[in-house]
Nanobody
Framework: QVQLVESGGGLVQAGDSLRLACAASGRTSSVNYIIGWFRQAPGKEREFVAAISSSGGAAMYTDSVVGRFTISRDNATDTVYLRMNNLKPADTGIYYC???????????????WGQGTQVTVSS
């Protein structure tokens, strides 16, 4: 099965930037999968952030990150990135990448999940 591993999280100040990476491995690479990013803050429901098509040619974002976050993928290395600019305290949470067959904005639409990487944005 596909394994997904997130990296790149950390503690930053408001206005800073981070780039998260989701590395895929296993018998099936990320090439044939939609990759989505979700985040979850303490006490809140897991929230859709962004998703990218298998080719990298199409992307979707949740409204709160439009213009600040950019999702991309490099199929040569089976890695999906989430560039996060102008971070806000509201962006704080554990960020997960997930793989699925179709674009979804709910966690149930994805088959494979990473363990998450913590992003903390201080004011």
């Amino acid at each position: 099965q596909v394994q997904l591993v997130e990296s790149g999280g950390g503690l930053v100040q408001a206005g800073d930037s981070l780039r998260l990476a989701c590395a895929a491995s296993g018998r099936t690479s990320s090439v044939n999968y939609i990759i989505g990013w979700f985040r979850q803050a303490p006490g809140k429901e897991r929230e859709f952030v962004a998703a990218i098509s298998s080719s990298g040619g199409a992307a979707m974002y949740t409204d709160s990150v439009v213009g600040r976050f950019t999702i991309s993928r490099d199929n040569a290395t089976d890695t999906v990135y989430l560039r996060m600019n102008n971070l806000k305290p509201a962006d704080t949470g554990i960020y997960y990448c997930a793989g699925g067959r179709y674009f979804h904005k709910i966690p149930a639409g994805y088959e494979y999940w990473g363990q998450g990487t913590q992003v903390t944005v201080s004011s």
